[in-house]
């Protein structure tokens, strides 16, 4: 069995006694700096579909604070050159020096962050271990290495957060319905999605679960969260609203959207954009329309604070992507896919 491993030695702190004038002895907290075993470091993993259960281990010196204690560890990573701003975390062990997590699993956490899921691409990771103490203040981390990560290509089921209400759907307040729900793109607090809504000042909730066990309203409509809350009312008319939710602060969004295309590459250039139509049946907007060689991005409201292009021209939209080639000039139908977590679109020549 083939194994990834790495050290993380974690010198977290060390208490000096220091003698004082009035022979009273005090702590003095030192942070110690964490640092690796190099000859164990991976540069790469690419993780092989044929060997599920192979494993990565994961390696670290216990953190030293200069008493026993209870120690709990946090395993995270974050793309290279992001400084740790959106860690995420990979594992949370009390008191254990190494963690193993095999390929099926590391893949499944890996290619839903992957920013071509569908084809995917080696991504430059940087992994770090914090620990904490729960009588010590704040977390201690480790310095960091580099890993690039290959994941390799299945059918993602994101996190949902489900939102019942009064939306399209038959059953429209029962919680637990997928045809209802937003996703996390990045498996992570943050969900995202388009829900439409067929009557205006349309009222609905979310719920973690597939009952009303956990769920949230909006008590005073300020887009703060409250577990068991008031109804969530769109105070406005019917249609393709796009929600974000961030359950850790508790906070959430909405805006109804209006969607056209707009380019070089249709008849009005980009000075205004040709409108969809949306399909409640479908979920998808459309438009039929005659095509120049040129570009076309999508965007709503006839504004640029909400657009989507393609960086990479792999059918998979970007919000402020690059624009979307149109490389032969004819007559075209383009489909604009909001419905799942993965936002898409087609270009099919008529």
């Not at 009588?135 to 994101?158: C, E, F, R």
């Not at 937003?182 to 995202?192: P, Q, W």
């Not at 000075?271 to 040129?294: C, E, F, M, R």
Request: with cysteine; glycine share 8%.
């Amino acid at each position: 069995m083939k194994k990834v491993i790495f050290s993380i030695i974690a010198l977290l702190g060390v208490f000096t006694l220091v003698s004082c004038d009035k022979d009273e002895t005090q702590a003095i907290y030192k942070e110690g700096k964490a640092t690796f075993a190099a000859a164990n470091n991976p540069t790469e993993v690419v993780i092989d579909k044929t060997a599920p259960t192979t494993k990565v281990t994961f390696n670290w010196s216990a953190a030293d604070y200069g008493f026993q204690a209870s120690v709990s560890y946090y395993v995270q990573f974050d793309v290279a050159g992001n400084g740790f701003k959106n860690a995420s975390t990979l594992a949370v062990l009390d008191n254990e020096t190494s963690y193993s997590i095999t390929y099926e699993d590391l893949n499944a956490k890996f290619i839903g962050i992957n920013p071509a899921p569908a084809n995917p691409q080696k991504v430059n990771y940087v992994f770090r271990v914090a620990s904490k103490v729960a009588d010590a203040t704040g977390m201690q981390y480790s310095d960091s290495i580099a890993v690039a990560i290959l994941p390799y290509y299945v059918k993602i089921n994101y996190p949902l957060l489900f939102v019942p209400g009064g939306s399209q759907t038959p059953n429209s307040w029962t919680p637990g319905d997928s045809a209802t729900a937003i996703g996390s793109l990045k498996f992570n607090t943050n969900y995202e999605g388009y829900i439409y809504f067929k009557d205006d000042n349309a009222e609905f909730k979310y719920t973690v679960s597939t009952d009303w066990s956990v769920n949230y309203g909006d008590d005073a409509a300020d887009g703060t969260l409250n577990a068991g809350g008031a109804n969530i009312n769109t105070a406005g008319p019917a249609g393709l609203y796009k929600l974000n939710v961030d359950l850790a602060a508790l906070t959430h969004k909405f805006s109804r959207t209006d969607w056209g295309i707009i380019g070089d590459a249709t008849s009005t250039g980009w000075d205004s954009d040709q409108n969809l139509t949306y399909d409640p049946a479908t979920k998808l907007l459309t438009i039929t329309l005659d095509l120049t060689v040129g570009g076309i991005k999508f965007r709503a409201n006839d504004g640029w604070d909400l657009n989507y292009g393609d960086t990479g021209a792999d059918g998979i939209l970007d919000e402020g992507g690059d624009n979307i080639s149109v490389g032969e000039a004819g007559n075209y139908t383009v489909t604009l896919d909001l419905s799942s977590p993965v936002y898409k679109y087609t270009l099919k020549k008529n």
